[in-house]
């Protein structure tokens, strides 16, 4: 497991982006907590490229017992957005601790929202893992909102943030109001995958 050091405070046009993704399309009936938007790009020879076009997101039901064995489909996340989160994230921050070589990433934007009546789930799916060779889960922001912490668990005994995710599982808690009212967490969460050699 890595630790990235903590990344400066986050421009406010980067936060305020939350604002504008739209509810995430593959949620389940009823379950409208959750807003989305999805970009992929790549890391070679530490350089960074974010794709202009967006790419079908697939777990397996293995993986992932929610929304598993289904194509899913996102919204891009704005480019400069995601330009921001692939070099100031990844090459800055994530790029230095993992093994050297070329890599393709995902950059998931993420806003899990909660009222009095509704709790909003960051992992409707459970404890489980992506499917990528690392995750890394950065929270950009919480207003008004208690739990959405972040656990990771050993996938060889379940007992025990840029993380291996061939090693660990991870979850993170449902969030609630503290105070009456509406309360969210902003997170954008990070895929590696080692690129197939040409």
């Given at each position: 497991?890595?630790?990235?050091?903590?990344?400066?405070?986050?421009?406010?046009?980067?936060?305020?982006?939350?604002?504008?993704?739209?509810?995430?399309?593959?949620?389940?009936?009823?379950?409208?907590?959750?807003?989305?938007?999805?970009?992929?790009?790549?890391?070679?020879?530490?350089?960074?490229?974010?794709s202009p076009h967006g790419e079908v997101f697939h777990q397996s039901q293995k993986l992932n017992k929610y929304q598993g064995?289904?194509?899913?489909?996102?919204?891009?996340?704005?480019?400069?957005?995601?330009?921001?989160?692939?070099?100031?994230?990844?090459?800055?921050?994530?790029?230095?601790?993992?093994?050297?070589?070329?890599?393709?990433?995902?950059?998931?934007?993420i806003r899990i929202e909660t009222t009095d009546e509704i709790t909003g789930k960051p992992a409707p799916e459970g404890i489980?893992?992506?499917?990528?060779?690392?995750?890394?889960?950065?929270?950009?922001?919480?207003?008004?909102?208690?739990?959405?912490?972040?656990?990771?668990?050993?996938?060889?005994?379940?007992?025990?943030?840029?993380?291996?995710?061939?090693?660990?599982?991870?979850?993170?808690?449902?969030?609630?109001?503290?105070?009456?009212?509406?309360?969210?967490?902003?997170?954008?969460?990070?895929?590696?995958?080692?690129?197939?050699?040409?």
């Amino acid at each position: 497991m890595y630790f990235v050091k903590e990344v400066s405070q986050l421009p406010n046009a980067i936060k305020q982006s939350f604002l504008d993704l739209k509810r995430d399309p593959n949620m389940k009936q009823g379950d409208n907590y959750r807003y989305r938007a999805f970009s992929v790009g790549d890391v070679n020879n530490n350089k960074v490229s974010v794709s202009p076009h967006g790419e079908v997101f697939h777990q397996s039901q293995k993986l992932n017992k929610y929304q598993g064995g289904i194509d899913r489909h996102f919204p891009l996340i704005e480019m400069p957005v995601a330009q921001y989160v692939a070099d100031n994230i990844i090459r800055s921050h994530i790029y230095p601790l993992i093994p050297k070589g070329n890599y393709h990433f995902g950059i998931h934007q993420i806003r899990i929202e909660t009222t009095d009546e509704i709790t909003g789930k960051p992992a409707p799916e459970g404890i489980h893992q992506d499917g990528f060779d690392y995750v890394c889960v950065l929270c950009a922001n919480l207003n008004n909102v208690s739990g959405g912490n972040s656990v990771l668990v050993d996938v060889k005994d379940r007992s025990h943030i840029l993380f291996d995710d061939k090693k660990y599982a991870h979850y993170a808690s449902a969030i609630v109001p503290v105070i009456p009212g509406k309360g969210w967490r902003d997170v954008f969460v990070i895929t590696l995958q080692k690129a197939k050699k040409q």
